[in-house]
């Protein structure tokens, strides 16, 4: 497993300081994820290590109205949870790199990323070195839809359930025992 450090994930967020993504990592305090999620998606909660964090929307006029924006519809009971949650598919740690590779293209699709098998080798590095923050054990989860199979990342992602203002966003959710990272990317045209 790849060592990471706060030097190492700061360098390893770099290509996604290039499209609209939001990264950002919280503590794990409930048996249930999505709360935990829904709170790094609201701003409520800071990195417990306090490393790099990526915030596109800080200081847009929506943004200071709803420390939340652009995620919409984030639960706040048992039952929104379970709905929120339904709208996720888990993924294997495989296709959860390739998902962070392609959240860090320039149209969340790398078959239209030009020179991309040149550039492949050190953006699945990168996503090596942002998974490993997590550990073996973590799960993973998108909100991508092909038709209720696990997508292929390095195929054209053809749907999506969308968690925020946009019609079209990307994201990634990895829980572990102790912590929750989400990595979003929006289409905001």
Known sequence: MTHVNSGAWAEALAPYELRYTFVT?????????????AAVMAREVTDPKGWKRLEPA???????????YPFAGLPRDAEQASAWRSRLMAIPDTEAKKLLVALSTN???VTQERD????????????SVVLSRFGA??????????NGEVPDCYAPITGCNPFSVHGWDIGLIVVSDTEVGVFWSFDAT
């Open 25 to 37: 990592v919280g503590p794990r305090r409930h048996d249930d994820w999505a709360f935990d999620a």
């Open 58 to 68: 800080e200081g847009e006029e929506e943004w200071l109205e709803d420390r939340s």
């Open 107 to 109: 149209w969340l699709d």
């Open 116 to 127: 991309f098998e040149s550039r492949k080798a050190d953006l699945e590095r990168r996503a």
């Open 137 to 146: 054990s973590s799960s993973f989860y998108t909100n991508t839809n092909e």
